[in-house]
Each structure stands twice: as structure tokens, then as C-alpha cells.
């Protein structure tokens, strides 16, 4: 059974990819151009509902929009150059996660994760809600009924693709990307072309326009006008901070790589959004029941075109939008994962969120995002209309905080960077910027749905807080357990060594008992579960081997020499078990390997030590928690039966040292 659902594994998600492979993170990373589709496409996509709320909510005064549009084009230069400045003071990743936490302090990065974690399960759940609506805006409308059925389905493709590893579900998806870029190009440019005679009448338009609802409104409530349906699109902005959270996914030189993606990004996004709304104004298009915005321009654009023509482009168009929209469900796949594993590091959510599968993905960040936008769409049957509610907020607070902290530290540095005024000036006008869309947004859609955003973000904020906590009272308890170890070393040490020469010493052998131990670090923890076996099978043992695996998660993949820190480590920590071993009269090695997977890992250093050793025992520790099973269970680790499972099915004895934080510092409990 394990063997089919192994090949099933590999045959859906793929191989397992060799850590030791120089060129691995090569094949897994991406390009400039690859960083743009997978990173890009989410902002991109932004232009396939941004402007069509910034239309619905002017109502009559659509001349206004071109001017939202340009306010909207200059706020994506702003805030795409000053996350720029961000990629280059953090060049090994700067999403909103590590700029406030490094910036600011870790509580506001932590609130800036948990903002972020929940942008990016709307961002995967409006994509493809929003992809499967241009998809059924040209088909009739009884089909409607089969809408979320459809977008959950192509949610799960899309969480298998990434369970492959990133450069895998990118490229499969970079032919419809290029097809969105250039029937789009070409329905702009059509626009422009065939209405040029109206183009110089535009702005005079505009003006007129502004006039009359300046009569009509005032100036106060014309300018507030502008802001909501300035606010309203926020939704535009949403994938700029994807490229600087991202850069543990690209090419070296990675700051390079960044800088280029995000200038693409910035470019490529003001004129979709720019160039659709002038689109919209010139075909005087209006909101159809069934459609969306892009598909009535559409439908206008080729009213004198050969029909077959005109509805093949149609339908070309409107499924580009439609697959783009499900590639910038990438944004949350790839992103949500790192900002969970970067937080798992430190502490915030469960260790387990950092660990890498053997395909070199987080994969159980990916599942609970996929699981979890899963749900999101389900219960929201796939309204684009109310996930625009809910989607904005999040991301503001995250864009907010990650400006605020670039202007706290361009203040602390203005005596070493002599540039640091203008970069101020940047970032310090993205903060304005962001926080005036972040109240606006809160305040006109928190009744419409956006206090539901709040509430979530806020009980997750507050499951951090718990988790950080646990963490944080298991660590001082294991740090007293060290140094109680450390204390009683030497006592212990020449206990053993008494008891030894009372009895007669033999010479060992290979065929005699062996203590196959496995430890983590030289800890207190592994020091408790040695002396527990010496004192407890005294004699028995003659040979012990001490088994360690280094894990590279999330956090350590994309750093330098990891492999080799590991070792270097790994090497140090068990040569202090084997010496102490020898000091006592006993034969000792070690073996050690690294990967992603303990369990995995171990299992193959299995077959060469029983070889080599006749009479076996593998031992490990496990720390005994208070509290509910299932509840440590999701905080910690608990490999050590997921072993001792494997080693049954091989007849291997396994002995497992229960470990009771609260028993274990008590004086000479170990004895």
C-alpha cells in the first residue's frame, strides 16, 4: 500500500529533487521573465476587475476616471520604486513580514505576516473566482449554476501544479500569459487607433466633466468622489509587494533579477490600467448583467469585424483573462508559503510550516493556502463582488507598515547615507499613500463585509500570540534542562566510570549490544536521553551510534553553503557524543545525512548500520507536553513514532524514552 501511494506521489507532484545537486535551485528558479509571469500576474490581472470598480463607482461621471487613472498610474511608480529601495536593503527577501519585523519590531512584523497570509488566501480565491467569470461571460447564462464547481476544480490543478515546485506550475502556465500581453496590447491599441480622432477631445471632455459635477456635487464631494473610486481600485495594487517577498524564488543575481521583474511589473500594469479605462470611455461602455467590464469592451471592439473573427478573438481574449487570473493565484501559492515559513521560524506558527517537501516546496504551506481559499470560495460561491470587499484591506495594512518601517530606518541612517533624503521623500510618500487607501478602504467597506477581514486577521493575530508564548516557556524549560545536564556531567560521568570498574571489562565487538541513538544537537534533551539509557541498561550496551539528520527548510534552502553549515554543525555535535561515550570505556560513532524528511533520512542510514552491527536497538527521546494530544501534535514534532513504525516493518526494536519537561528538571531524575 505505502508503495502505491508512493508512486501515486511521485507520478502527480514528481520526483524527489537531490539537495546535493549543484544545479538544483537552477532548475527551480526563475528568470526575469518567469519572475514576471509568476510574480507579475497577479498585479496584472488586477486590470481584469481594478478598473471596473473604479467605473461602477463614479456611476455618471465616467469622464472622472481618467482621471482616477492617472492618480492610479503615478501610485503604482511610487509604490513599485519604493519597494524597489526595499529589495535592495533586503537581498535575500523583503516582504512586509521582515521589513516590519527587522524595521519596526517583531509584534508589528508578526501583525504584518498575519495581514499578509490572509491577502494571499483572498488573493488565490478572487483570482480564480474572477477567472472563472470571464470564462462564463460569454456563455449562456443558465450555465452560471456550474461557476463553483468550475473554480474549485481549477484551484486544486493549480495547488497540484505547485505541490511540483515553482518553476514546474510557472512555465506550464507562460504561453497564456504571453496571449493575455498581446490581445490585450492589440485591444488597446485597437481602441486608440480607431478612435484617434477622438483622443484630443478627451481631456477637454474630462474638463468639462469635472466642472459639471463640481456644480453639481461641490468640490468637497467631487474630490471625495475621486478618492473612493480612487479607493475602490485598490485591488490594482495588490501584487506589487509579490516581487520583493519573492526573491528567494529567482536567478542570481536576485536583487538584479527583482529590480528588472518589478519594473515590468510597474510598466506593463499603469498602461493596462490606464489603457482600458481610456478604452472604456472611448467604446462608452456600460455594465451588462452576466459580463464583465472587459467583455462588453470586447463585444463593442469587434461589432464591424468578420463575425468569425471577431468571436474568435473574443473568445481567445476573454480565456487569457481567464487562465492570467489563475496564474495570479500563483502570487498567493508561492508567497504565502514563504511569509508562513519565514513566521514558523521565528517562532509564530507551528516549526512544522518551515519544513521543505522533497520536491523543494513548502508544502504544507501550499495545502493550507489551497485548503483554505478552498473554503474561501465555497462559502463566498465565487462572488467576485464580495471578495473585492474583503481583499483590499489586508494587503494595505502590510503595504503601511512596510513603508512606515523604510522611513523609520532612512531617519536612523541619515547621517551614514548621504542619499537618504530622497529615499525618504519615496517611501515616505508610498506611507501617505497607503495609509490614506488603508482607512478609506476600511471605512467605506466595513459594513459592506470588510469587519469579516478584520476579525479573521485579528483571531490569527491572536493564535500567533499563543503559539509565540508556548514556544517561548518550552525553550526556557529545555534551556534548564541544559544546564542541569551541563552541571551534573561530570558527577554522572565519574558515577559511570565506578560502576564500570567494579565489573570486568571485556573486549567489545561488533556482535555485541548496540545502542542506535538518535539525537538532535548536542542538547539537554539528548544528553537526558543518553544518561537515562546508561543508567537504566547499565552494561548492556557495549557500541552506541549516534544518528543525527540537518534539515534545510524554507528559511535555510536559498542561503549560501547551507549544506556545508550543516555538516560543519552537525559533525561538531556528534564527536562531543562519541567522546564522551569513549571516555567511559565504550565503542562509538557517528552518521549523519541531510535532508528535508528525518523519517527519510534515517531510513536510509538504516541498512548500513545493521550490516555492520548484528544486535541492534534504535533509541530516541520524545518530549512529553501538557496539554491535548492533538494540540502538541500540530506544534511539534513527533518523528520518532513515525520511525519507529518504519523500523517495525524491518523487525527492528525501538525503544522510545518518554520525556517530562517538569520530571526531567527535577534533581537527578535521569539517574
Given at each position: 500500500m505505502t508503495d502505491?501511494?508512493?508512486?501515486?506521489?511521485?507520478?502527480?507532484?514528481?520526483?524527489?529533487?537531490?539537495l546535493k545537486d549543484s544545479s538544483t535551485f537552477r532548475h527551480i528558479s526563475l528568470i526575469v521573465f518567469f519572475a514576471w509571469v509568476g510574480l507579475g500576474s497577479d498585479a496584472l490581472s488586477s486590470s481584469c476587475y481594478g478598473p471596473e470598480e473604479i467605473y461602477k463607482t463614479l456611476g455618471v461621471h465616467?469622464?472622472?476616471?481618467?482621471?482616477?487613472?492617472?492618480?492610479?498610474?503615478?501610485?503604482?511608480?511610487?509604490?513599485?520604486?519604493?519597494?524597489?529601495?526595499?529589495?535592495?536593503?533586503?537581498p535575500h527577501g523583503g516582504g512586509g513580514y521582515l521589513v516590519a519585523s527587522r524595521l519596526i519590531s517583531p509584534n508589528v512584523g508578526m501583525i504584518s505576516g498575519c495581514a499578509l497570509l490572509i491577502d494571499y488566501v483572498l488573493t488565490i480565491s478572487i483570482s480564480v473566482s474572477s477567472g472563472a467569470d470571464a470564462i462564463f461571460s460569454f456563455l449562456p447564462y443558465q450555465y452560471q449554476s456550474y461557476k463553483v464547481a468550475v473554480a474549485l476544480s481549477v484551484l486544486v490543478v493549480l495547488t497540484i501544479l505547485n505541490l511540483r515546485g515553482v518553476k514546474e506550475s510557472v512555465t506550464a502556465l507562460t504561453p497564456i500569459f504571453v496571449i493575455f500581453l498581446l490581445s490585450h496590447i492589440f485591444l488597446i491599441g485597437y481602441a486608440f487607433i480607431t478612435h484617434a480622432s477622438q483622443l484630443h477631445s478627451v481631456a477637454t471632455q474630462t474638463g468639462t466633466e469635472f466642472t459639471s459635477t463640481v456644480h453639481?456635487?461641490?468640490?468637497?464631494g467631487t474630490i471625495f468622489l475621486i478618492m473612493k473610486a480612487y479607493s475602490m481600485g485598490a485591488g490594482t495594487y495588490t501584487g506589487i509587494e509579490a516581487v520583493s517577498n519573492g526573491i528567494p524564488n529567482l536567478r542570481e543575481p536576485r536583487v538584479k533579477t527583482a529590480i528588472k521583474t518589478m519594473r515590468l511589473l510597474a510598466i506593463s500594469l499603469s498602461a493596462a490600467v490606464l489603457g482600458l479605462i481610456i478604452s472604456y470611455f472611448l467604446f462608452n461602455v456600460h455594465i451588462e448583467p452576466g459580463k464583465t467590464m472587459n467583455a462588453v469592451l470586447i463585444t463593442s471592439a469587434i461589432s464591424n469585424w468578420n463575425p468569425v473573427f471577431g468571436q474568435t478573438f473574443l473568445y481567445v481574449t476573454l480565456i487569457s483573462e481567464a487562465t492570467l487570473l489563475?496564474?495570479?493565484?500563483?502570487?498567493?501559492?508561492?508567497?504565502?508559503?514563504?511569509?508562513?515559513?519565514?513566521?514558523?521560524?521565528?517562532?509564530?506558527?507551528?516549526?512544522?510550516?518551515?519544513?521543505l517537501s522533497d520536491r523543494l516546496v513548502s508544502q504544507n504551506g501550499i495545502l493550507i493556502m489551497g485548503v483554505a481559499?478552498?473554503?474561501?470560495?465555497?462559502?463566498?460561491?465565487?462572488?467576485?463582488?464580495?471578495?473585492?470587499?474583503?481583499?483590499?484591506?489586508?494587503?494595505?495594512?502590510?503595504?503601511?507598515?512596510?513603508?512606515?518601517?523604510?522611513?523609520?530606518h532612512w531617519i536612523i541612517e541619515r547621517k551614514t547615507d548621504k542619499k537618504w533624503l530622497g529615499k525618504l521623500l519615496i517611501n515616505g510618500t508610498g506611507f501617505i499613500l497607503t495609509t490614506f487607501i488603508l482607512f478609506t478602504v476600511i471605512v467605506i467597506k466595513f459594513d459592506e463585509g470588510g469587519w469579516i477581514t478584520i476579525l479573521i486577521t485579528g483571531a490569527l493575530i491572536g493564535l500567533a500570540l499563543y503559539i509565540k508564548s508556548h514556544y517561548k516557556k518550552i525553550g526556557k524549560e529545555i534551556v534548564r534542562i541544559q544546564d542541569i545536564m551541563n552541571s551534573k556531567m561530570p558527577e554522572t560521568i565519574e558515577d559511570l566510570k565506578k560502576h564500570m570498574k567494579r565489573k570486568s571489562v571485556t573486549e567489545i565487538t561488533k556482535n555485541d549490544m548496540t545502542a542506535v541513538i538518535l539525537v538532535n544537537g548536542y542538547s539537554g534533551i539528548?544528553?537526558?536521553?543518553?544518561?537515562?539509557?546508561?543508567?537504566?541498561?547499565?552494561?548492556?550496551?557495549?557500541?552506541?551510534?549516534?544518528?543525527?539528520?540537518g534539515i534545510v527548510d524554507a528559511?535555510?534552502?536559498?542561503?549560501?553553503?547551507?549544506?556545508?553549515?550543516?555538516?560543519?554543525?552537525?559533525?561538531?555535535?556528534?564527536?562531543?557524543?562519541v567522546d564522551l561515550i569513549k571516555q567511559l570505556g565504550y565503542n562509538a560513532e557517528y552518521r549523519y545525512s541531510i535532508g528535508t524528511d528525518v523519517t527519510e533520512e534515517v531510513m536510509k542510514i538504516v541498512p548500513e548500520i545493521t550490516t555492520e552491527y548484528q544486535n541492534t536497538t534504535f533509541i530516541g527521546g520524545q518530549l512529553v507536553f501538557s496539554?491535548?494530544?492533538?494540540?502538541?501534535?500540530?506544534?511539534?514534532?513527533?518523528?520518532?513514532?513515525?520511525?519507529?513504525?518504519?523500523?517495525?516493518?524491518?523487525?527492528?526494536?525501538?525503544?522510545?524514552?518518554?520525556?517530562?519537561?517538569?520530571?526531567?528538571?527535577?534533581?537527578?531524575?535521569y539517574k
Open positions: 502505491v501511494i508512493k508512486k501515486v506521489k511521485e507520478t502527480v507532484i514528481g520526483n524527489p529533487l537531490d465616467i469622464n472622472l476616471s481618467i482621471i482616477v487613472g492617472l492618480i492610479t498610474m503615478v501610485t503604482i511608480f511610487i509604490i513599485s520604486t519604493s519597494y524597489s529601495q526595499i529589495i535592495k536593503l533586503f453639481n456635487l461641490g468640490i468637497y489563475f496564474v495570479a493565484a500563483q502570487t498567493g501559492f508561492l508567497d504565502g508559503p514563504r511569509v508562513m515559513a519565514n513566521m514558523a521560524h521565528d517562532s509564530w506558527l507551528p516549526r512544522r510550516f518551515s519544513l481559499a478552498y473554503f474561501v470560495i465555497w462559502l463566498s460561491k465565487a462572488s467576485v463582488a464580495f471578495l473585492v470587499v474583503l481583499y483590499s484591506i489586508n494587503v494595505f495594512i502590510t503595504f503601511s507598515l512596510s513603508q512606515f518601517g523604510m522611513v523609520k539528548g544528553l537526558y536521553s543518553l544518561f537515562k539509557i546508561l543508567s537504566k541498561f547499565k552494561d548492556v550496551y557495549k557500541n552506541f551510534v549516534f544518528i543525527q539528520v528559511d535555510s534552502f536559498h542561503q549560501g553553503s547551507v549544506l556545508e553549515t550543516i555538516t560543519e554543525s552537525m559533525i561538531t555535535d556528534l564527536s562531543k557524543y496539554g491535548t494530544y492533538r494540540a502538541s501534535r500540530i506544534l511539534h514534532n513527533y518523528t520518532i513514532f513515525s520511525i519507529q513504525r518504519r523500523l517495525y516493518k524491518h523487525g527492528l526494536t525501538t525503544i522510545i524514552i518518554p520525556i517530562s519537561l517538569k520530571k526531567a528538571l527535577q534533581k537527578n531524575n
